[in-house]
């Protein structure tokens, strides 16, 4: 099997959980490569996410770590055997190699929650929205890269259009809802479109007022995505230095609790639609 030059995300993190069940069960590489029948460099390369694994081999190597999850093992095997090749390949090569791992995630995700401070959530933005934010970038895109990150964008929401959408929820300050990317008719349409797309039964969308007493919170991004089981749950942040997904139960545990935490102080849906009401009519 040729060497991959450039895993995915999801591929890397196939290879992630495969080496945390072998420090589980406390076995060196060798030995787990001997117990599979291969060489220690295979073991390796699986586990770098270089090469891919069978679902045959990945059971024997989950059998031969005493892992005892079935759960988890057959969300492995979906990982391993996942041909699909989603809309988001037409941009390899033309768009940064994160862009096209968070709509992969995206796509297997059984759950989506944002929490933003600044700006309204990707999967809710309108095309003017998305292109007023990515033309705020500094140094300036060319023309041609920030047409393709709008329609990128704009293509992430297939999630909540297909015929079985995850449940997404947003958690937006309000300060979000006041800072105007563009021109005031454009601000105005953006909180129609967060509106619109709250009436849909799998979203949910909540507001954290200024006015709330005692708010500490968090104040850079939150993005989270279920995976098939928790385990396989994976955080992202964005940060100038780039995109970070984070998958260790330590830190996912963590913005678990920073999501609830938001949720807890923030508006509920209905209160949360006036309120965005009230903001649009006072633009």
Same mark, same amino acid.
């Given at each position: ?37 291969? +060489? *220690? ?5 699986? #586990?770098?996410? !270089? ?5 045959? &081999?990945?059971? /024997?190597? @989950? ?71 990515? +033309? *705020? ?5 060319? #023309?041609?890269? !920030? ?5 990128? &964008?704009?293509? /992430?929401? @297939? ?125």
């Amino acid at each position: 099997m040729a060497l991959r030059s450039e895993p995915t995300a999801r591929q890397m993190r196939l290879a992630v959980e495969l080496r945390r069940l072998r420090d589980a069960a406390g076995l060196p590489a060798r030995e787990a490569a001997a117990l599979l029948g291969v +060489s *220690s460099a295979q073991i390796s390369q699986i #586990e770098t996410g !270089l090469t891919g694994v069978s679902e045959k &081999r990945l059971r /024997r190597l @989950a059998a031969n770590y005493s892992c005892s999850d079935d759960e988890l093992i057959d969300a492995l095997a979906a990982m391993a055997t996942d041909r699909t090749r989603g809309w988001w390949e037409e941009y390899r090569e033309h768009l940064p190699t994160p862009f096209l791992d968070l709509a992969e995630l995206e796509h297997h995700s059984t759950y989506r929650r944002d929490v933003e401070f600044l700006f309204v959530p990707g999967l809710l933005q309108t095309p003017e929205y998305a292109r007023a934010a990515f +033309s *705020s970038r500094i140094p300036e895109l060319p #023309e041609e890269e !920030l047409e393709l990150r709008v329609r990128h &964008r704009m293509q /992430r929401k @297939a999630i909540l259009v297909r015929p079985d959408p995850a449940p997404y929820e947003a958690v937006i300050h309000e300060a979000a809802l006041h800072i105007r990317l563009s021109d005031r008719a454009n601000a105005r349409a953006q909180l129609f479109r967060v509106l619109e797309l709250s009436e849909a039964d799998h979203v949910t969308v909540r507001v954290i007022p200024f006015d709330l007493d005692g708010f500490g919170g968090a104040w850079s991004p939150v993005m989270l995505a279920g995976g098939a089981v928790p385990k396989l749950d994976t955080a992202v942040r964005d940060a100038p230095h780039g995109t970070g997904f984070i998958d260790s139960e330590a830190q996912l545990s963590v913005f678990r609790t920073l999501f609830r935490r938001v949720e807890a102080v923030s508006l509920d849906p209905t209160r949360t639609r006036d309120f965005i009401h009230r903001v649009a009519k006072e633009l």
